[in-house]
Every structure is written in C-alpha cells, then in structure tokens.
C-alpha cells in the first residue's frame, strides 16, 4: 500500500516552455501533497506543501507564479514549471500524506528529472 | 525550529561487515523522526520511523534505528550490508507539518 507515482519521469523541454508533472496516490487519499526539489548530491528542499481544495503554501524563496501547484483531487497534485529556464533542471519530488497519516509519515514518488535546454 | 545534522557525508563499508550512519537532532518539541533511502535516480522509500513507545526500531532490509533522547541521536545500523544497500540515506525529523532532512549520507558498499 502507500504508493505514489510520478509522471513523466523525466521530461526535456526547451527554454520558455512550460512543463507540468504530475503527482498521483495510487492507493490512498492524500489530503496533503508535498513538492521537494532535489540539486545533484544535495538533500530534498521543499517548495511547497498543498492541501486539497485550498491554495498551496510556498515555502520562502518559492517563486508562487513560476511553480504553480494545483491539488484538486484527493489523489492527484500538479506542479507546472511556467516559462522554465536552464536553472530550473532539477529532480523533483512530490509526496503524500493521508488522513491516517498523521505523524508526518510521507510517501514518495519515485520523482521527474526535469531538463531545460 | 527542528534541524537534523547527519555528520558523514560518505561511509564506505566492506559487504557484509555491519555499519553505523550517523543522525542528530535538534527539536523544541516532541519528536518523530525518519529514515529514508534514495537509490540513483529514484525517489525516497521509508526504511524506518520513531513516533512513540520503545526507542529501538526495526525497518526494513534489516535496518534498525535507536531514539536516544538525552543524546537527541537516531543512529541507523545494519549488522552485516549488502553490495545492493550502496544509496544515499536521510534522516529526518517531523516540524510544524512538514519534514525537515539532514543532507545525507551516501553508503558505499565494495566486495
């Protein structure tokens, strides 16, 4: 149980285009999803954290307008990277937490290699 | 606010000798910590958790963690790794709803 999937898994696009990768629990409701960027050899950095129905919560420094989050269902989060740049290729992360879940036990998605030419 | 300092960036091991990755940390209130693992190119799977109750943890792949509150310490070990346990490891601690990661540590395990 507990599964999270990510889709695409990696995606190449080219600068000024927009990019949108989804987020899905599998076998669960996810009242929050989380969306972690991750540079080369580094550790997970949040972005943003979103709950169903309602806006997302960007964590400081977090461009709201270029990552635009939607979260409309219980099982399914969009993160759209508007207008991407070189400096956006990164891996991303989203996770999932249930109502169940509440000690913060997040499952992950197996994550989207974004590259931008 | 919660902060989590793993102090290897990289343990390299022998296989089948046991290991120790190391985790501290730093909270202002009551602790639930974690320990994920990243193969290459993947994401992260939990190997185990710490909510309550008895301090020592078994997760999975053979995997064990001990709460050690007067030392805020959650060290992770194995007893005798494997080639296919070489990934990147995190350690984490719950904040405010949100998980807070230390940097990890990168096992590498040669025959």
């Known amino acids: 149980g507990a599964v999270v999937s990510q889709h695409p898994s990696r995606v190449i696009c080219k600068s000024g285009t927009s990019v949108k990768i989804e987020c899905r629990s599998l076998d669960f409701q996810a009242t929050t999803m989380f969306w972690y960027r991750q540079f080369p050899k580094q550790s997970l950095m949040l972005m943003a954290t979103s709950n169903e129905g309602s806006k997302a919560t960007y964590e400081q420094g977090v461009e709201k307008d270029k990552f635009l989050i939607n979260h409309a269902s219980l099982t399914l989060s969009t993160l759209t990277v508007t207008s991407a740049h070189p400096e956006d290729s990164s891996f991303y992360i989203c996770s999932a937490r249930g109502l169940a879940d509440i000690q913060d036990t997040q499952y992950f998605g197996p994550g989207t290699r974004l590259t931008v030419l | 606010a919660q902060s989590v300092t793993q102090l290897d960036s990289q343990v390299p091991v022998f296989e089948e000798a046991p290991v120790e990755l190391r985790c501290n940390y730093s909270?202002?209130?009551?602790?639930?910590l974690f320990w994920y693992v990243q193969y290459p190119n993947q994401g992260l799977q939990l190997l185990l958790k710490?909510?309550?109750?008895?301090?020592l943890v078994k997760g999975i792949n053979g995997f064990e963690a001990e709460f050690n509150k007067s030392q805020t310490s959650f060290h992770l070990r194995k007893p005798s790794v494997h080639i296919s346990d070489t990934a990147e490891y995190f350690c984490a601690v719950n904040g405010f709803q949100k998980l807070v990661f230390g940097t990890g540590t990168r096992l590498l395990v040669s025959p």
């Open positions: 909270s202002s209130v009551s602790v639930y």
């Open positions: 710490y909510l309550s109750g008895s301090t």
